[in-house]
């Protein structure tokens, strides 16, 4: 692996400053692009869900449908029962044959009765399915088009930022190359355990840059002089004066509007 070169403290500074701005826009596509992902996501999560409730009430009503048929033909069943025992009443010959077919025509009509009863139970739960399905099958459509209209976004979003985060990357490892691997280390060390992934901030009101904690004045000026890399005792960011943070956003600027 060639060696990197011998830079000064500032040029350093530079060179970590104009990284944490590519990699922070970097950051900033994904995010914009992540929620997305996230939301089309949980649609099709609804929608699947729904889907199976719609699967679960038309098997309810597939199954009422089926049980009313049974019933039906149990119906027909008991009828032709009933029928026959009547004819069979004719021809006893004594009481306790007369009481048996008798019973047995009163059964044969309790079974008609519970069957009529278990048909009008399938009916009513077809019929509040049927409701319940018809709002479900709306819904789904809904969702449906709320889905195509996310994708699409997702879709546009996609082909606007995936070219400009591939140019980026390359920036970013390109930049990387002028650091020294230890520095390189401790500032991705840094944006893994910080707030925004931002490891190098310029000093802002007199603090570190998002954070309330006041610089003593001689570390200002120390930040200032750009003679070593010095970071901040609360957050551990690097940082650097406003001066040249603001001119490394003015130089970054061509490379953002490419």
Same mark, same amino acid.
């Given at each position: 692996?060639?060696?990197?070169?011998? #830079?000064?403290?500032?040029?350093?500074?530079?060179?970590?400053?104009?990284?944490?701005?590519?990699? @922070?826009?970097? $950051?900033?596509?994904?995010?914009?692009?992540?929620? &997305?992902?996230?939301?089309?996501?949980?649609?099709?999560?609804?929608?699947?869900?729904?889907?199976?409730?719609?699967?679960?009430?038309? /098997?309810?009503?597939?199954?009422?449908?089926?049980?009313?048929?049974?019933?039906?033909?149990?119906?027909? #069943?008991? *009828?032709?029962?009933?029928?026959?025992?009547?004819? $069979? &009443?004719?021809?006893?010959? /004594?009481?306790?044959?007369?009481? %048996?077919?008798?019973? =047995?025509?009163?059964?044969?009509?309790?079974?008609? *009765?519970?069957?009529?009863?278990?048909?009008?139970?399938?009916?009513? #739960?077809?019929? @509040?399915?049927?409701?319940?399905?018809?709002?479900? *099958?709306?819904?789904?459509?809904?969702?449906?088009?709320?889905?195509?209209?996310?994708?699409?976004?997702?879709?546009?979003?996609?082909?606007? #930022?995936?070219?400009?985060?591939?140019?980026?990357?390359?920036?970013?490892?390109?930049? =990387?190359?002028?650091?020294?691997?230890?520095?390189?280390?401790?500032?991705?060390?840094?944006?893994?355990?910080?707030? /925004?992934?931002? %490891?190098?901030?310029?000093?802002?009101? /007199?603090?570190?840059?998002?954070?309330?904690?006041?610089?003593?004045?001689?570390?200002?000026?120390?930040?200032?002089?750009?003679?070593?890399?010095?970071?901040?005792?609360?957050?551990?960011?690097?940082?650097? $004066?406003?001066?040249?943070?603001?001119?490394?956003? $003015?130089?970054?600027?061509?490379?953002?509007?490419?």
């Amino acid at each position: 692996m060639a060696k990197k070169v011998e #830079t000064s403290v500032e040029e350093k500074l530079r060179a970590l400053f104009d990284l944490q701005l590519i990699d @922070s826009r970097i $950051d900033q596509i994904r995010s914009i692009r992540g929620e &997305l992902p996230l939301e089309v996501e949980d649609l099709e999560n609804e929608i699947e869900g729904l889907n199976k409730r719609l699967e679960g009430f038309e /098997n309810e009503i597939k199954e009422s449908q089926d049980g009313i048929k049974f019933e039906e033909n149990s119906i027909k #069943t008991s *009828k032709e029962n009933h029928k026959k025992y009547e004819g $069979d &009443l004719k021809k006893v010959r /004594n009481n306790r044959e007369y009481n %048996a077919i008798v019973k =047995e025509q009163e059964f044969q009509e309790l079974e008609i *009765k519970l069957s009529e009863k278990k048909i009008a139970q399938y009916k009513e #739960t077809i019929e @509040s399915k049927t409701v319940v399905i018809d709002e479900l *099958k709306d819904k789904i459509k809904d969702r449906n088009s709320h889905l195509k209209s996310k994708n699409s976004e997702l879709g546009e979003i996609l082909k606007e #930022t995936e070219k400009e985060e591939k140019t980026l990357l390359e920036k970013s490892k390109q930049f =990387e190359k002028k650091i020294e691997d230890h520095l390189i280390a401790a500032y991705k060390r840094i944006r893994s355990n910080v707030r /925004n992934g931002l %490891a190098i901030v310029p000093i802002e009101r /007199n603090a570190s840059g998002g954070s309330y904690f006041t610089i003593p004045p001689q570390v200002q000026m120390e930040i200032a002089s750009r003679q070593k890399i010095i970071t901040d005792e609360y957050s551990g960011r690097i940082l650097v $004066d406003p001066k040249l943070a603001e001119e490394e956003m $003015d130089k970054m600027k061509s490379i953002f509007s490419t």
